[in-house]
């Protein structure tokens, strides 16, 4: 399958905790993005990547999260001293660029965060 | 802000009949929209894409419109089967590549 791989796919921690997610992307696509969802929502986006550039990022995303790609393949979501507003689940998605508008995105099944 | 509503939290439609599920906008002129589809536990899977230019686009069984002067989209499941059961989201584009997503229409297709 070479799908987009997130790991692990559910983390339990306790208020405080450090958590540290991956995303391996679709090997072609030049462009990753790290989305976070809760139930009864749709996705919302937190920052994207080009290659190795992280070129945008929500407000959503407070100084306690950080995300890097540092090679441009695989990508790490990081977030510091967890919430419990953190619980939800961390998707990423990859895509290539074109000469065309905007390509579909590719998700991966996400990373369930808990806090307990 | 910009603002994107999904016609309703749940649908639910006999076998065989068509699904049609709404998705309004509102503050916003997207260059083109797409859905999505997205099971429990799962993430979101990419059906279709339609840009501004085009009114309508098909693909085996489904068929989106884009209508930019109403700001709505229309998604439809012809011959709509259980297998069809899941969330379908709407979405458009944020501004520099991300995307704007609707919080969903959950159909349910019964035998």
């Known amino acids: 399958d070479t799908g987009v791989s997130q790991d692990p796919r559910h983390k339990i921690t306790k208020r405080g905790q450090n958590v540290t997610f991956r995303c391996d992307p679709i090997?072609?696509?030049?462009?990753l993005y790290w989305y976070r969802q809760t139930l009864g929502q749709g996705p919302e986006f937190l920052t994207y990547?080009?290659?190795?550039?992280?070129?945008?990022k929500s407000r959503l995303l407070s100084d306690r999260f950080s995300a890097e790609r540092p090679k441009g393949s695989f990508s790490t979501l990081e977030i510091q001293r967890t919430e419990q507003g953190d619980s939800a689940m961390y998707l990423c998605a990859s895509s290539q660029t074109t000469g065309v508008a905007n390509q579909p995105q590719h998700f991966g099944d996400g990373t369930r965060l808990s806090i307990l | 802000s910009q603002k994107i509503e999904q016609n309703s939290e749940a649908l639910n439609i006999q076998e065989g009949k068509t699904a049609t599920l709404t998705c309004n906008y509102t503050n916003y002129s997207p260059a083109y929209l797409q859905w999505y589809r997205q099971d429990p536990g799962r993430g979101p899977v990419f059906l279709l894409l339609?840009?501004?230019?085009?009114k309508e686009k098909r693909k085996e069984r489904l068929k989106v419109t884009f209508d930019t002067t109403l700001k709505q989209s229309l998604f439809h499941i012809t011959a709509s089967q259980p297998a069809d059961s899941a969330t379908y989201l709407c979405?458009?584009?944020?501004?520099?590549?991300?995307?704007?997503f609707g919080t969903g229409t959950r159909l349910t297709v019964i035998p």
């Open positions: 990547f080009q290659n190795e550039a992280q070129l945008e």
């Open positions: 090997s072609e696509h030049n462009r």
């Open positions: 339609i840009r501004e230019n085009e």
């Open positions: 979405a458009l584009e944020g501004g520099a590549n991300n995307l704007f």
